[in-house]
């Protein structure tokens, strides 16, 4: 049987890291798994419930629920994405009464999975077929470590990666500050934090963070660019793509 | 990322992002609270990692606390009953103002001017010590860090450790000052504990009314427990005649078996050790056995309120164990100072605004990257980060920020409610990158990128959006 997912790529991904998106696409398809991506896709709401305008998330969690009711399964590649669809989506849909929004929810919701997730507990895989030969330390995003709880798939699937090497990152499950808009609301404090995750990266000796979320990505990047340290960050879909056909 | 583009959406100037300003900035500071944290936060790691039944136990907490306060006004009733049972008098306090008078008459009554303290965070609430002290009588505080915190004219920076914003030659200073005028002290931790001794014993001894806390209150049995670990607290709740214990509503539990769980989760989510050092429990008064009085005050302060609130209810479950506040990363670098409350850290940010509603604490709710570190440490399971978000909806709702960072949510919701307005925002966006990436060049960004790039560098946008590659190539 061939599986087939939509593909949401959310919409910081989609504007700002479409390379991420694509090699997603790549690795999926290797394993066989037919992709879509449908295009009414935009956001899921994460920015307004989190920064406390939960009331107006719901036109988009309507907009999601319409535009993958109709989808197998859902591979978001961002862990927070996919934490606020499995925390928040019922209660908000709840909000509007509309009884076919909510039961449309409810069976939406359990087929929405983290891309590394998708990958070794429902596809069943670890060892993609990727090569990245470099030293690389993971970083476990808040929401994919404390939500989700999947840090074991990327270890899973980066410990198969060929040439590899995994190093260890001190205090790797502490938040890197980024915290969408409390990272601008509470700036000085956001890059405090980050300025300890930068000097443990540092110290690790590493070439690439990996993690399963850009945003997060990008909040550390800014500061290992600022600090010319040398170290790049890439998402776990890009680091697998690596070596296989296709890639960007 | 769309929420770069937002202009610059800090509120007033008042709240978390003013207040924790200073402490983030002092080095001292953060190297004090780094080292306590991580030291108090890996010896609970080990004494929780040995306890196989560490979940069942958290939800079995949960649970306890969650039916008490479901069940609240039978229980309150309850309590009421069997502490008068065993010859103790029960007082009721809407809100501090009336604890305090409560407290005050009851010292006034005995024509008492001193009493001695055991830590307590409900007094410190209340403002208990200032309003007796305003009325004629000194409060001694006989926990060693609450004595520092007092000699210092300072205020309490941790739910369990008050002074750890201080270190040890700064507190031998503190006492050369005060209470060891005149000794030349080292900075050992024993020679200070020892002075501390010297200058304490005498209070214990001549105080005839001691106040206290309360960590547990046993409806069926009218006991009262209290854990501390220097054995202080239980000199005061023992030596003088009269003991006058405060306690919010929430401090039930149904009954003593129930006590069992939480003196295994309290000691180990709390200091990280396998039992509790002095767990002292009293029922009542007792002929030629501790005191003859025993006063009950139970204090609402608005937390039939928080209770009323179906989100914010579980906030209540709060054991004061204090994990949160060493997991969390906003609290290591900021200390408890800056939350402007004497309930700091993760707790303290849900607990405050709902509590007290001040303008400063209505900030709390944002000074949270809502990491949810808190959530998997607390041993009675509060979802912190569920509650600190439906907080900041309900401080929004009420209108505490600004119209303009409103204004410009709604638009984005109206963006992203629909594909093809998204699909033209996108389109937007793509032919103004050259203007857009060139300003990033010089990095002179307005509003919120402004205040990204002071310490962080911001990615160019690409030449194609996702969704347009897609359309062009077909995901080939």
């Not at chain 2, 007094?123 to 305003?134: H, K, P, V």
């Not at chain 2, 002290?185 to 009314?209: G, M, N, W």
């Amino acid at each position: 049987m061939t599986r087939s997912v939509s593909l949401f790529v959310s919409c910081f991904n989609d504007m700002l890291f479409p390379n991420t998106a694509r090699a997603a696409n790549v690795v999926l398809r290797s394993l066989g798994v037919k992709v879509e991506f449908p295009r009414r896709q935009t956001c899921c709401g994460q920015i307004h419930v989190n920064t406390g305008y939960a009331s107006m998330a719901v036109p988009l969690v309507r907009n999601f629920v319409n535009t993958f009711s109709g989808a197998e399964e859902i591979v978001a590649i961002s862990g927070s994405c996919t934490a606020m669809v499995r925390e928040h989506y019922l209660e908000l849909a709840n909000r509007t009464n509309d009884v076919n929004l909510i039961s449309k929810t409810r069976e939406l919701v359990p087929r929405v999975f983290e891309f590394s997730e998708y990958l070794t507990d429902v596809v069943g895989v670890s060892d993609v077929g990727a090569t990245y030969p470099h030293r690389v330390s993971y970083h476990p995003t808040c929401h994919s470590l404390r939500s989700l709880h999947i840090y074991e798939s990327a270890i899973k699937l980066l410990g198969a990666v060929r040439g590899l090497q995994l190093i260890d990152l001190s205090f790797a499950e502490q938040c890197c500050g980024f915290g969408g808009t409390f990272s601008v609301k509470n700036s000085p404090m956001s890059t405090a934090i980050l300025a300890d995750k930068v000097a443990n990266i540092v110290n690790a000796k590493v070439e690439t963070v990996v993690a399963l979320d850009n945003s997060c990505l990008l909040h550390i990047s800014g500061a290992l660019k600022r600090n010319n340290t040398g170290v790049s960050v890439m998402h776990l879909a890009e680091v697998l793509a690596h070596g296989l056909d296709g890639v960007v | 990322m769309v929420w770069m583009v937002l202009s610059d959406m800090a509120g007033s100037r008042v709240g978390f992002p003013y207040t924790s300003l200073p402490r983030i900035e002092d080095s001292q500071l953060r190297a004090n609270l780094r080292s306590a944290t991580t030291a108090i936060r890996e010896k609970r790691g080990r004494v929780v990692a040995e306890k196989d039944d560490w979940e069942e136990l958290r939800l079995k907490g949960e649970q306890i606390r969650a039916e008490v306060l479901n069940n609240l006004d039978s229980y309150l009733v309850k309590l009421e009953a069997s502490v008068e049972n065993v010859g103790g008098v029960v007082h009721w306090a809407g809100d501090a103002g009336e604890a305090n008078e409560i407290v005050l008459s009851l010292v006034r009554q005995h024509g008492e001017s001193e009493v001695v303290k055991v830590k307590s965070l409900t007094t410190d609430e209340m403002g208990l010590n200032e309003y007796l002290s305003q009325g004629g009588v000194m409060a001694y505080e006989t926990d060693l860090a609450e004595l520092i915190v007092q000699l210092a004219h300072d205020k309490p920076s941790h739910i369990l450790v008050p002074a750890i914003h201080m270190n040890r030659s700064e507190i031998r200073d503190l006492f050369q000052g005060t209470i060891s005028k005149g000794t030349a002290l080292s900075d050992d931790p024993t020679v200070l504990a020892e002075a501390s001794r010297l200058y304490l014993r005498q209070k214990f001894l001549s105080a005839k009314i001691a106040i206290s806390g309360v960590n547990f209150a046993v409806a069926e049995t009218g006991t009262i427990c209290v854990v501390e670990s220097e054995g202080n607290g239980r000199m005061c709740l023992t030596l003088p005649k009269v003991l006058i214990s405060v306690m919010g509503i929430e401090k039930i539990i149904p009954t003593l078996d129930d006590l069992a769980v939480f003196l295994e989760l309290l000691p180990r989510s709390s200091t990280g050790e396998r039992m509790n050092p002095y767990t002292s429990l009293w029922s009542g008064v007792h002929k030629g056995d501790g005191p003859e009085e025993f006063h009950l005050v139970i204090m609402d302060n608005r937390r039939s309120a928080v209770l009323a609130d179906p989100v914010g209810r579980q906030t209540l479950q709060c054991i004061r164990c204090s994990a949160c506040l060493n997991v969390c990363p906003v609290y290591e670098r900021s200390g408890g100072h800056a939350y402007d409350s004497v309930y700091p850290g993760p707790i303290g940010a849900i607990l405050s605004p709902q509590l007290f509603g001040t303008e400063s604490s209505k900030s709390l709710p944002w000074a949270s990257t809502l990491c949810g570190a808190c959530y998997e440490v607390c041993p009675v399971r509060i979802n912190i980060p569920q509650v600190l978000v439906h907080l900041r909806e309900k401080v929004l709702t009420e209108g505490h920020r600004s119209s303009s960072e409103r204004f410009q949510f709604a638009i984005l919701s109206a963006v992203l409610s629909s594909g093809s307005r998204f699909d033209l925002a996108l389109r937007t966006i793509s032919r103004l990158r050259f203007l857009i990436n060139r300003f990033l060049a010089f990095g002179s960004l307005p509003g919120v990128a402004g205040k990204w790039t002071v310490a962080r560098e911001l990615p160019e946008i690409p030449k194609e959006s996702f969704r347009v590659w897609w359309r062009r190539s077909r995901g080939q």
